[in-house]
């Protein structure tokens, strides 16, 4: 905001920091966020699965949901083998591993699929998260059974509007905006900024294009590590609703800086989806029988020994620093701004004096 100080118009630029302390249980960022029947959305792709917090939706008994994901993961699998889901929107149902409990769903009727490519998938995100109410997407898919077979969105799956400027026919998806994500990260302060890594796909997207985001993450930093980092941080503070330090919060499945994939675990679990009873032996025994994910992480020691998380974990490969320091700067080594030759306490006290300092 532009004041006067002896006839020159400056602006005193402040990093504003939301001092809200968003750190939780996994239990009450759960409980506190996501309602039976909600939209969610599983926010990670192919990395980084949250699998922590699919978890706790399922040791919740979270039941209606419509779920966006884009990877088709073991999260996805868990959910729907515990009967947490009606619909699904997606671009890929894996079916590499045999008959999984998505499948099985779709094919009994329980579960209802609509689905998009990639590009489709992203730019309903898009959209989304820049408050558009659509986006125009490749007309090639008209000529595709992804634009003729519909489900549960019916006409609403694409639209065909008239260009304004050339008259021609524009194919079009309707913007999403889940009532949650839920999304595992590298690592956050206790404000809620988050900060990530690694292959992207549509994490950040999916996070900003929805109304709540539950954010785990392997540690939580203090402020100062965020601020030295700005290039990472893919969620600010101010549209965080909790964040859960949670370590190993997606294995069995890879961090980047973190751990590998655990490919035998991964494999294990999933090779147990291919029937009812089999799903049900595992999330009693791996999900509910756990309380919590500590509990899940110390069994998985008790069953592979206490060195097998560890060998799991990323040997160091750090990126070069980066320089951000400014070329001009406004204020001195003493914290003299170099124009006004006065100190932002002084500048503060100023401020307040016209009426238009706030904290």
Request: hydrophobic share 35%; net charge negative.
């Amino acid at each position: 905001m532009p004041i006067i100080l002896d006839n020159i118009s400056i602006k005193v630029e402040r990093m504003m920091v939301n001092t809200n302390n968003k750190v939780m249980s996994l239990k009450d960022a759960i409980s506190n966020n996501v309602k039976d029947g909600d939209d969610l959305i599983l926010g990670n792709y192919t990395l980084s699965i949250c699998v922590a917090l699919a978890s706790e939706v399922i040791r919740q008994k979270k039941k209606h949901l419509t779920v966006y994901s884009q990877s088709s993961h073991i999260d996805l699998e868990y959910l729907t083998g515990a009967n947490c889901i009606d619909k699904i929107i997606t671009n890929f149902i894996s079916v590499i591993r045999g008959n999984g409990n998505v499948i099985r769903g779709m094919q009994s009727g329980e579960i209802e699929v609509e689905e998009y490519s990639n590009f489709h998938y992203n730019a309903r995100l898009q959209a989304g998260m820049y408050g558009f109410s659509f986006m125009p997407v490749l007309e090639g898919a008209i000529d595709t059974d992804l634009f003729r077979k519909r489900t549960f969105m019916g006409e609403n799956k694409f639209k065909l509007i008239k260009c304004p400027y050339t008259g021609k026919d524009i194919l079009t998806v309707p913007a999403a905006n889940p009532d949650v994500c839920i999304v595992h990260v590298q690592r956050a302060d206790k404000y809620g900024n988050a900060q990530y890594w690694g292959a992207m796909g549509s994490i950040q997207a999916a996070a900003l294009a929805s109304k709540k985001i539950v954010v785990s993450c392997e540690e939580i930093v203090d402020h100062e590590v965020i601020q030295s980092s700005p290039h990472c941080t893919i969620i600010p503070a101010y549209r965080t609703n909790a964040v859960v330090e949670t370590k190993f919060g997606a294995h069995p499945t890879p961090v980047a800086g973190y751990y590998r994939g655990d490919d035998f675990f991964n494999d294990w679990a999933f090779g147990l989806m291919t029937s009812d009873e089999r799903t049900k032996r595992w999330l009693d025994e791996w999900v509910y029988g756990c309380e919590d994910h500590n509990a899940y992480i110390q069994k998985y020691g008790e069953f592979y020994g206490s060195n097998m998380l560890n060998s799991l974990r990323c040997k160091p490969f750090y990126s070069v620093p980066t320089n951000y320091g400014e070329p001009h700067p406004s204020w001195d080594n003493n914290g003299i701004h170099t124009t006004l030759g006065i100190k932002y306490e002084e500048i503060e006290k100023i401020m307040e004096k016209e009426g238009i300092f706030h904290e």
